[in-house]
Nanobody, 121 residues
Framework: QVQLVESGGGLVQPGGSLRLSCAAS????????MGWYRQAPGKQRELVAT???????SVADSVAGRFTISRDNAKNTVYLQMNTLKPEDTAVYYC???????????????WGQGTQVTVSS
């Protein structure tokens, strides 16, 4: 069993910053790609950013230049630094990871429970 736990969401004014964290725990052999998604009310979940195990990153055009994804492989943790936040960034943010488990050895795609980010004055 593996678990992803997010933290760092909250209420912030437009132009402000937040840093989200997502820690993976459990019977983990290795972690591949990790990513962040978001879902605003009434909209479909969308990809925000991804990072490979070697550190190659990709971000959505809507957040390029404002959001940065990073990871600490020793801590099985992925981060999302969000700067210059806009009201349209308001959403529930979910982390996602492709994990190889131990005993039994198998691949799973895990999701966190989500953390609310609200950008409002």
């Amino acid at each position: 069993q593996v678990q992803l736990v997010e933290s760092g969401g909250g209420l912030v004014q437009p132009g402000g910053s937040l840093r989200l964290s997502c820690a993976a725990s459990g019977s983990i052999f290795s972690i591949g790609v990790m990513g962040w998604y978001r879902q605003a009310p009434g909209k479909q979940r969308e990809l925000v950013a991804t990072i490979s195990s070697s550190g190659t990153t990709s971000v959505a055009d809507s957040v390029a230049g404002r959001f940065t994804i990073s990871r600490d492989n020793a801590k099985n943790t992925v981060y999302l630094q969000m700067n210059t936040l806009k009201p349209e960034d308001t959403a529930v943010y979910y982390c996602n990871a492709f994990i190889i488990t131990k005993n039994p050895v198998k691949s799973v795609t895990s999701w966190g429970q989500g953390t609310q980010v609200t950008v409002s004055s």
